[in-house]
């Protein structure tokens, strides 16, 4: 299964500086237990690629709705600020 991403760097509240990733999956059962676990596998496979990631999330559709799960604070500035845009992919 092909995986979207989005690698994105952002200023932080802090003054920092923030590296995230959002992916356009979800777990196969949609069980949240299992939409928990998917975020860290998926970030652990963008960081075999040498991306640093120090928040994730996963971004998908249900019951014709954008639905955010993972890191509480990015998901916070996703459902403001919306889905960037998918930089890189990978098979998982």
């Known amino acids: ?7 994105v760097r952002e200023c932080a509240q802090n003054g920092g500086w923030i590296n995230f ?3 356009d999956a979800r777990s196969t059962s949609g069980a949240q237990d299992d939409n928990a676990r998917l975020p860290a ?8 690629a040498n ?4 928040q994730a ?3 998908f ?3 014709g709705r954008l639905q955010f799960f993972g890191s509480p604070p990015l998901v ?6 919306g889905i960037p ?3 890189h992919s990978f098979d998982a």
């Open 85 to 87: 845009r998918w930089t």
């Open 57 to 59: 999330a996963l971004a």
């Open 41 to 48: 596998q998926l970030t652990a496979k963008a960081r075999s």
């Open 76 to 81: 916070d500035f996703l459902s403001r600020s």
């Open 1 to 7: 299964m092909k995986v979207n991403f989005a690698h």
């Open 61 to 63: 559709m249900s019951g």
């Open 51 to 54: 991306l640093r990631v120090d």
């Open 21 to 23: 990733a959002v992916f």
